[in-house]
């Protein structure tokens, strides 16, 4: 398995040939993209048509669950089964200052998997394959640039899927009262803005 990881990477990784735009494309994805997890999130709980609203944060709630499960996850797994990154041994190319970490699995895939697998599942087939695809692109950036292994990113999907699946049990068995409470705690915290009709109620 080891040896299959170091030869898709190889056929990913960036070298000093590769075009220098790509480099900053792969950059773009790797650094700043995943900044639309958050803004979504806070997006579709703000603001939406109000027949749309109630379905929206339920969609949030579920989300925060299942990122929540998923990045404690995948920090246990990495302080459990620490895993040096590609440029810590010396193997292929870096193009992206980071930490000596450990690599598996990769928070960021772990994160933009989650989210779009949140989608995929509970909200529309068109958004989730949308957010799909970001991942995967997100995915290969950091292989790309040097960073990570491919199986960091298959082990973010994996516990991604896990982060949904925790999030689908805990919402059966405490949506309700999961949702009154950010419902009622949301209201106290924004009745101003509310209030002036700047997000919805």
Not at 25 to 30: E, G, N
Not at 34 to 41: A, E, N, Q, R, S
Request: charged share 10%.
């Amino acid at each position: 398995m080891e040896q299959l990881n170091h030869l898709v990477f190889l056929w990913i990784n960036a070298t000093p040939a590769s075009p220098e735009m790509l480099i900053k494309f792969a950059s773009f994805l790797a650094n700043d993209l995943i900044i639309i997890v958050p803004l979504l999130i806070v997006g579709l709980w703000l603001w939406g048509q109000r027949e749309n609203i109630s379905q929206q944060r339920v969609l949030v709630s579920k989300t925060a669950i299942a990122l929540l499960f998923a990045m404690a996850t995948a920090k246990s797994l990495s302080l459990l089964f620490p895993h040096a990154r590609p440029f810590v041994e010396g193997f292929g190319h870096t193009f992206l200052q980071h930490a000596p970490d450990s690599s598996f699995p990769s928070d960021h895939g772990t994160a933009i998997f989650t989210f779009a697998l949140s989608f995929l599942l509970w909200h529309r087939l068109w958004s989730g394959a949308i957010l799909m695809v970001t991942a995967v692109g997100i995915a290969w950036s950091r292989v790309y640039l040097g960073v990570h292994w491919p199986l960091d990113m298959v082990g973010g999907l994996l516990v991604g899927m896990l982060g949904c699946l925790f999030a689908q049990l805990v919402w059966n068995l405490f949506g309700e009262q999961i949702n009154a409470m950010m419902c009622k705690v949301y209201r106290f915290g924004f009745a101003f803005p509310i209030k002036k009709g700047w997000v919805q109620n």
